[in-house]
């Protein structure tokens, strides 16, 4: 069994959102088209509450894309971003929701962040996205979406160590590219054993 995970495909990471990936909408039309390529598909989508602790708003004097210490390591502070319930969270309205036959929600605890569909960055608490896939017998996942050298990064990396078959289709995803962020994610999904299409 294969899965396609498309991570992310949220209206602040496209062109106009909060934090918007450049290019971030580019990517829905070829993702839509290969939903039908696999046998499960599984979407992510950030949903942090107000006042959450990644939000550079949330610590005064401290400017977005500063990096500060959480008791997890180091951690980029972001823009208001994904608020729960808010139009920014919404998937982008030409992402073919419906055929979805899962959505995980990460990043609602108020004190860790999260980037892997897989684990909180503290990389010990599950999202759950593991034991679904298991429990559906996929062992090969394609992963799609943004951005790529954070959240589809991150994700892969995770379900490399879990085991699972990972490709990442770098067409159907797009980079913020933070201070060379993308080249070093690169480089750590080669290391790891991600396929990188």
């Not at 696999?38 to 500063?66: C, I, M, N, R, Y």
């Not at 960055?121 to 979406?145: A, I, K, S």
Request: with cysteine; proline share 5%.
């Amino acid at each position: 069994m294969d899965a396609l995970i498309v991570i992310d495909v949220q209206n602040d990471f496209c062109p106009g959102g909060a934090l918007a990936v450049p290019e971030g909408d580019a990517i829905i039309a070829g993702i839509n088209a290969r939903m039908a390529d696999f046998d499960a598909v599984v979407l992510t989508q950030d949903w942090h509450p107000l006042g959450h602790s990644s939000f550079a708003s949330s610590h005064p004097g401290k400017a977005p894309f500063e990096m500060i210490d959480m008791p997890y390591g180091p951690q980029v502070l972001w823009p208001d971003h994904c608020v729960q319930s808010s139009g920014g969270a919404r998937f982008h309205t030409d992402l073919n929701v419906d055929a979805a036959d899962m959505i995980i929600r990460k990043g609602f605890r108020p004190q860790i962040d999260s980037y892997s569909a897989f684990f909180e960055n503290d990389q010990t608490t599950p999202t759950g996205l593991e034991g679904y896939l298991r429990t559906r017998g996929v062992q090969t996942l394609t992963m799609v979406g943004l951005a790529t050298d954070f959240c589809v990064a991150y994700s892969a990396l995770d379900a490399a160590r879990l085991g699972f078959d990972v490709t990442v289709e770098q067409d159907l995803c797009r980079a913020i590219d933070l201070d060379g962020s993308l080249a070093g994610a690169i480089d750590q999904m080669r290391v790891a054993g991600v396929c990188l299409a």
